[in-house]
């Protein structure tokens, strides 16, 4: 089959070596991991990712929406599944049989799963979400009580967890973090006592379980740090070595000298002020490199990073590499990670997107096809 010139690897030696830096981070014999694999393991591929981390030890998995955990079941992950959004009334049976955890926040919802989950004789874990401060999905404090009674009354379900989430943890100001911990340790406290099969307080992401060991509770939950971004604000210390999961290469398709005063690309942004050679790549908007990123971005090319010149179109960018001695055509150009010494990371990406690595990897990944190498 003939492929596009353009590709996203994902190194898959890299998160096995995230997965055990991270777990070398856990609380021993206290806290667990789960992996967020959701939005297709921000566009990593969620079941190359999944079987890959199932092999490192890890058994409980996140994703969004059910469909997401019905995908995990067939390719063989047996670990447990929590689905973050729920499940929607049409989806309870794929629920109940692929053993599926839905967070719940409604009392409807809780009581439409149990009466399904009754009926198929079957009995389903459900997690209860609570905003402690994040301002988004979850019951309020103090409702914990009266839903936690709901659930012990309901046949069909028993309470494998009570949740949170933290909306701030990567950022400078520890306040609002340390404030939702007391408050999510109180409700857990009160929640259920201590004891062999008592339901797991989880409420750390990657940034919060690498700044706040002491917030690690029974399990957490990183996504970003696990395909090998640093989750917490550049003026913030990482104490974990991670090293990124994706990079995205395309290759040069023509190479020409233009005289000084050549306008480059759709509305002429940009003009050369000086004779220059020009690389044309094949990728473009379509490919999740935004047009946001026209004149702003950088690409390396023989290990020396090339400027990006005039509009970035569909299909099609534009780099100066008047500066780099010897470019031709079939060229590797890399878009993002590593080549020779230097390396464009998701973060600086994100920089000339105006946006978050976090974006960055969904948008790459999910719009391109994925090679993976070990
Ligand atoms: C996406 C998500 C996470 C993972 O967050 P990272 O910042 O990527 O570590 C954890 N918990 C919930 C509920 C999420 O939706």
Redesign the pocket.
Known sequence: MIESMNRVEIDLAALRSNCRALQEELREDVTRLLA?V?SDA?GHGMLPVARCLQDEGVHSF?V?EVHEGVLLRQAGISGDIIV?LGADEDCLAQVVRHNLQPVFFDSRQLAEISAFATAADARIGVHLKVDTGMGRLGILPDEVAGYLRQVEKASGVYLAGI?S?FPMA?EPPVQPSVKQDALFKDIAAQSFHAGENRPLAHIA???AMLRFPDMQMDMV?????LYGCN?LDSTLFCRAELAPVMSFKTKVIQVKDVPAGFPVSYGHTFTTSRPSRLAVLPVGYHNGYLRVMSNRSQVLIRGQRAPQRGRVCMNATVVDVTDIAGVEPGDEAVLMGRQGRDEISAGEVAGWMDTIH?EVLCLFGNSNRRVYIS
């Open positions: 967020v959701k921000y996140g969004a973050f949740m989430h990567d992401n990657s940034a939950r990183p996504g970003i740090s989750p976090y």
